[in-house]
């Protein structure tokens, strides 16, 4: 048996317990007072009935009074002696069956019956086991006695508890035998849910099928669902591991080609070997290794940095983006093809300067890698949102592991010149900015083309 099962068992016997003790308490000691309280109001009641009705009408009457309060009542004169009230009191009772063993009324009692008081009293039959309980009344200058027998409680009481005892064992061994059955229908789900979360503990997501139709079935369903999601988030924090390696290995190296270069023409112009040169090749070092610095340190801020969303004009921010461009395309031999269909009145909400280091950034790596010798830029809307997309031809085919391109120092291939070479860490920064405006974006390779876009919603121009 388990501990919960145990443990409930315990807990309900102790309860079912603590009631038959409180029953055997309330019978033994508060029942015989509660029955005669009600006795006593009950002739109470009676006589004040009595007391109402004329001396006449009340003998008339009296067989059928007894009759429908299951009563007996005996009168006499109050003119006569204390004796000879109580003997004609004690012969008529006798006369309708109740021999009474203990019975009498005296002088100072008849006294309040003259002056119209009554009198209660209680008369223990103990060989008989029982008493009598009379009510004295006057009424028409005689006493009626009305009384009622009550049989002593005790060995009734007595039975009664015993046979609740019987029937408490009875029921103690039922109870048992369905608080295992109930609990094992409780534990055994539990059990199950305890050994899942025991296996999620130790990073193995499984999973558990309970059908209860209770609370237990909502949270197996919850703990499913808590499994799916830290397994998610667990390959997730497994892959930014890894991409954090990478990461750590690619700077390393990104920094230790300048960073060697600058220990050799600095020992050359040491050992006096300088043609005039190397003074130029270690300053042109060092910028790279400042850029890639500089590179990095954006990419870190825009991860925590706080960005300024307003209502801005994409229209005319696409436009002299575009126009800046043209000039170093048609230096590097490329045609920029700009298709922007959108009305002069296109407003998003946006960081101004972040949304254009996007474009920047994707307009610099178009002239960087395609193979081709055009570059087309369009933008539409579509639905409530304007889509942004920059296509490239590539030599590079939709087999290869496209979805590395936005990792840290990522390059699929090389630019097509010294010229344009770069950090590697344009599209990172382009994810990271894209992402803080909760802006879907992607890549697409079609046709032996690469294309990349974004989307983001039209804004009223007031908001």
């Known amino acids: 048996m388990s501990k919960l099962s145990r443990k409930l068992i315990i807990r309900i016997t102790a309860a079912l317990c603590l009631v038959f003790v409180l029953s055997f308490a309330v019978n033994t000691y508060f029942l015989p007072k509660f029955f005669l309280y009600q006795k006593k109001n009950k002739l109470a009641e009676l006589s004040s009935e009595l007391v109402s009705i004329s001396y006449s009408s009340l003998v008339q009457q009296l067989g059928v009074i007894e009759e429908q309060y299951q009563v007996t009542i005996a009168y006499t004169t109050l003119s006569d002696s204390v004796d000879d009230v109580n003997n004609k009191l004690l012969l008529q009772f006798n006369r309708k069956g109740i021999a009474l063993g203990k019975f009498w009324l005296t002088e100072e009692s008849i006294a309040k019956l003259r002056e119209g008081e009554q009198v209660n009293k209680i008369y223990d039959q103990s060989k008989l086991k029982s008493s009598f309980l009379v009510n004295f009344l006057s009424v028409g200058g005689s006493v009626f006695a009305v009384g009622e ?21 009875g029921m103690l061994m039922l109870l048992i035998v369905l608080s295992a059955l109930y609990t094992a229908r409780i534990v055994k789900p539990l059990g199950k849910l305890n050994e899942t979360a025991e296996a999620i503990s130790h990073l193995s997501f499984t999973k558990v099928d309970i059908q209860t139709g209770d609370e237990i079935e909502s949270l197996a369903r919850s703990i499913n669902r808590m499994s799916d999601n830290l397994e ?49 090749v270690i300053q042109q070092q060092s910028d790279a290794m400042t850029v890639l610095i500089d590179r990095l340190l954006e990419l870190s801020r825009l991860q925590e940095e ?75 809307i579509k639905e409530g949102t304007v889509r942004f997309e920059i296509a490239n031809d590539t030599d590079l085919g939709e087999d290869r592991p496209w979805e590395l391109v936005w990792e840290p120092f990522y390059v ?25 405006h909760q802006a879907p974006f992607g890549l697409e390779v079609r046709d032996g083309a690469i294309a990349f876009w974004f989307e983001i919603p039209l804004r009223a121009r007031h908001v």
């Open 149 to 169: 027998s009550i049989s002593n409680s005790d060995e009734t009481i007595q039975i009664v508890n015993l046979f609740n005892l019987y029937i408490w064992i």
């Open 232 to 280: 998610e988030a667990h390959k997730s924090l497994e892959a930014k591991n890894a991409n954090l390696q990478n990461f750590i290995a690619d700077i390393s190296h990104e920094l230790k080609t300048p960073l060697s270069l600058i220990r050799v023409y600095a020992s050359g112009m040491q050992d006096g070997l300088d043609d005039g040169t190397y003074a130029h």
């Open 412 to 436: 699929m291939e090389s630019s097509r010149s010294k010229k344009f070479s770069g950090t590697g860490l344009g599209l990172s920064i382009s994810r990271a900015i894209l992402q803080k």
């Open 306 to 380: 706080t960005y300024r969303f307003e209502v801005i004009n994409l229209k005319h921010l696409l436009d002299e983006t575009i126009s800046d461009y043209r000039t170093p395309y048609q230096q590097y031999g490329l045609e920029l093809e700009a298709n922007i269909h959108l009305p002069a009145e296109t407003w998003v909400m946006a960081d101004r300067s972040k949304l254009e280091s996007v474009l920047h950034n994707w307009l610099t790596n178009a002239m960087k890698y395609t193979s081709g010798a055009r570059v087309h830029v369009t933008s539409e």
